[in-house]
């Protein structure tokens, strides 16, 4: 694949931060249809393929010198040393054929984006993967500079922030739809996105939905 899209669009607050960049790229393949306009039912199948690090055990006041699985709790019989560090989400162990699946067949994508945030958002890739190269164990994440994939299908949102996620999210639709516009309330945006275009914004700091399909 080109490194450079057909088309993007770079959009900055007045700080130089950035708002949201687009992408635009691919032609349509087959999903299940689906009309939000007819069926207003907003639940929708989702996987979470991901590194976790929400609700670990904070080592705030633990030595730097000693490892996390050497630590036992003060008063603990047992001390689970799992929530000590990021662990992987339990729909990876659940769905490790498909998870796996994903790697091969969208290794190619991946990467491609990747070399696009490299050469048109330096600063926010080089951010993201400084928490992406320090995974335990060595692991490597197959979306870096991004630590998730999370899988929405025939996905339908209500205005939402999400507020425990940190810097940057990725969106890209895939399938053959009509509408599906991704809608930034404080940006004041509304991208059309097509199948195998993307944006990248803050998610913890927009609100966001996608509108009708």
């Not at 498909?98 to 490299?118: A, P």
């Not at 299908?153 to 949102?157: A, K, L, P, R």
């Given at each position: 694949m080109d490194a450079i899209p057909n088309f993007l669009v770079d959009i900055r607050n007045s700080d130089e931060t950035l708002m949201a960049f687009t992408s635009v790229f691919g032609k349509p393949d087959l999903l299940a249809e689906k009309n939000t306009c007819v069926n207003a039912d907003s639940t929708f199948e989702a996987l979470h393929l991901l590194w976790y690090n929400r609700h670990i055990t904070k080592g705030l006041k633990a030595p730097s010198d000693v490892p996390p699985s050497m630590l036992d709790k003060v008063g603990c019989k047992h001390t689970n040393h799992s929530q000590m560090i990021p662990y992987i989400f339990k729909d990876v162990s659940n769905n490790q054929e498909?998870?796996?699946?994903?790697?091969?067949?969208?290794?190619?994508?991946?990467?491609?984006?990747?070399?696009?945030?490299?050469i048109?958002?330096?600063e926010e890739c080089q951010m993201l993967k400084q928490v992406a190269s320090i995974l335990p164990a060595n692991h490597c994440s197959p979306t870096a500079p991004f630590l998730s994939i999370v899988i929405n299908?025939?996905?339908?949102?209500k205005a939402h922030q999400d507020s425990k996620d940190?810097?940057?999210?990725?969106?890209?639709?895939?399938?053959?739809?009509?509408?599906?516009?991704?809608?930034?309330?404080?940006?004041?945006?509304?991208?059309?996105?097509n199948h195998?275009?993307?944006a990248i914004f803050r998610l913890s700091d927009i609100t966001h939905l996608n509108l009708h399909y």
């Open positions: 498909l998870f796996q699946s994903l790697k091969v067949v969208f290794e190619e994508l991946f990467n491609w984006i990747h070399c696009i945030m490299q048109h958002l330096p299908i025939n996905v339908q949102t940190q810097e940057h999210c990725l969106v890209l639709p895939i399938g053959s739809f009509k509408g599906v516009a991704l809608a930034m309330v404080e940006a004041g945006l509304v991208i059309e996105l195998g275009d993307f």
